[in-house]
């Protein structure tokens, strides 16, 4: 199912947000000021306690929405670790390979860390970059798969080619848990709930502040500029690749550097 706000930069969705917060204080300050003279005391108290009670709740969905984020964010970054660790593992076991198979095997592996590599700097939202890079991987996955077969009918030992063909199922398998941890984010019905949440709390706040007649604006527009920072930290991180907080590649990149170390050192042995 598509997704409505996915498309839009944080800051646009942030913007919007504040700017409603904003309105919203106001039309119910507004509106709480018909009602002034008209109110007891003892409503106003349960309006009060009422207020209380939203910001608890708003509290708790802060908290909830935060915490998702956050969790998503934790497992992409070991995604990225747990793939660098296999790629590296099947790279050194492709070395147990017969000759007949091995250097283009290596070199395989070489072209789809590279792969993986470029995946990790690609925004999710550009969808046709992505589709080919994918697509690209699958083929070298496909490709390596060809040659553990040949390799396995060559020299079918346990300890060799059965070893590196347990390095490349644990390979693919974090190339799909990677994949599906990027495409995982808060549900929009909870960010929507939240902001209507949100909007909702404000116009009560400037409610209680009509109907008590007592204002204190730079105080609340101070609360409402947190909240929505905040907020803006759940979406960020909820964006590893666009936002201010991206998941670090550096597992992937090191990586990379390490084997093309290692290919150019054994070259010059030669």
């Given at each position: 199912m598509s997704e409505i706000m996915y498309d839009h930069s944080s800051l646009y969705i942030v913007s919007i947000l504040l700017i409603s917060l904003i309105v919203g204080s106001e039309?119910?300050?507004?509106?709480?000021?018909?009602?002034?003279k008209a109110t007891d005391e003892p409503t106003k108290n349960q309006i009060s306690s009422i207020q209380a009670s939203i910001l608890g709740v708003l509290a708790l969905l802060l908290g909830f929405t935060f915490s998702l984020a956050l969790q998503r964010y934790d497992t992409r970054s070991e995604a990225v670790i747990n793939e660098a660790n296999a790629i590296g593992t099947t790279m050194l076991r492709a070395a147990l390979?017969?000759?007949?198979?091995?250097?283009e095997t290596q070199a395989l592996i070489r072209d789809y860390?590279?792969?993986?590599?470029?995946?990790?700097?690609?925004s999710f939202d550009r969808i046709e970059e992505r589709a080919a890079i994918v697509a690209n991987s699958d083929l070298v996955l496909e490709k390596l798969w060809a040659n553990a077969r040949q390799a396995a009918s060559e020299s079918p030992n346990p300890v060799t080619t059965g070893l590196f063909i347990q390095a490349l199922n644990e390979q693919i398998d974090a190339f799909g848990s990677r994949d599906a941890a990027l495409a995982r984010h808060v549900p929009e019905p909870v960010l929507f709930l939240l902001f209507g949440t949100l909007i909702m709390t404000a116009a009560l706040v400037g409610y209680s502040s009509g109907v008590t007649g007592h204002r204190a604006a730079i105080a609340a527009?101070?609360?409402?500029?947190?909240?929505?920072?905040?907020?803006f930290l759940v979406i960020d991180l909820d964006r590893p690749r666009r936002g201010l907080i991206e998941v670090s590649q550096?597992?992937?990149?090191?990586?990379?550097?390490?084997?093309?170390?290692?290919?150019?050192?054994?070259?010059?042995?030669?």
């Open positions: 039309v119910g300050f507004r509106i709480g000021k018909l009602f002034h390979l017969p000759e007949s198979v091995r250097e860390l590279e792969l993986r590599v470029q995946a990790g700097e690609i527009y101070i609360l409402l500029s947190l909240i929505v920072l905040l907020v550096q597992g992937l990149v090191d990586l990379q550097s390490h084997i093309l170390f290692v290919g150019s050192e054994v070259g010059q042995s030669r």
